[in-house]
């Protein structure tokens, strides 16, 4: 039973355009949202976080916009640089915080 | 401040050995959740521990344990390795509050032959 679904494991973006990927969940205690970046064998790295009492958080070219209501999350990047390709997980938690379910991952590509 | 810690980086075991894995979270966090990443399985969650105690598990078989010491420095051990504990482990720290952002360490590649 996967939780937490990113239902397309590859974007490609032209530099300088909007990149969008999109995050699907099931579990309505979630209450606490992530967005990280990885590279191959590294960890993962931190981009932007939403909690549930909002519907929006912006932080630079990154913007994450929650719909409750839809079950879905979608983080925007403006605009997609080609350092920004790597893949993609969003991650959700319930209240207590140290369990992070994930998605599968989406491999952005954004060419020059 | 320095970010979360793992050593060692690369592990290279045999079947049946047991390996022990430790991480070093961030000065102030008190929060350690482990993570095993595998192309199959993507990223799924081990334990957390919380105040030397393991507050949460998924759904991983009693070959994995771990544990947190009074600094909050943890370490996971696996015992009798199979071929398909094969994998990136990655270990995160936070401040252990609801709603705090987990950060991640490099991990460590394990390859058990």
């Known amino acids: 039973d996967q ?7 590859s974007l490609s973006v032209q530099e300088g355009r909007i990149s969008i990927l999109n995050c699907d969940y099931t579990n309505s205690m979630f209450d606490y949202f992530l967005w990280y970046k990885k590279y191959p064998a590294e960890g993962p790295t931190f981009l932007i976080s939403i909690s549930s009492i909002k519907d929006k958080n912006e932080d630079g070219r990154f913007t994450v916009f929650l719909n409750k209501s839809a079950k879905h999350l979608s983080l925007h990047i403006v605009p997609s640089q080609p350092g920004d390709s790597a893949v993609y997980f969003c991650a959700a938690s319930a209240w207590q915080g140290g369990k992070l379910i994930f998605g599968q991952g989406t491999e952005l590509s954004v060419k020059p | 401040k320095a970010g979360v810690t793992q050593t060692p980086r690369y592990l290279i075991k045999t079947r ?4 022990t894995l430790s991480c070093s979270p961030i000065s102030g966090h008190r929060s350690v959740s482990w993570y095993q990443q595998t192309p199959g399985q993507g990223l799924q969650f081990l334990f957390e521990y919380f105040s030397e105690t393991q507050r949460n598990k998924g759904n991983f078989p009693g070959r994995f344990s771990g544990r947190q010491f009074s600094n909050s420095r943890s370490e996971m051990n696996v015992s009798t390795l199979e071929l398909g504990d094969s994998a990136l482990y990655l270990c995160a720290s936070s401040l252990a509050v609801s709603g705090e952002t987990q950060y991640f360490g490099p991990g460590t590649r394990l390859l058990v032959l």
Do not use: A, E, I, T
């Open chain 2, 16 to 19: 049946g050995q047991q390996v």
């Open chain 1, 3 to 9: 939780q937490v679904k990113q239902n397309s494991p």
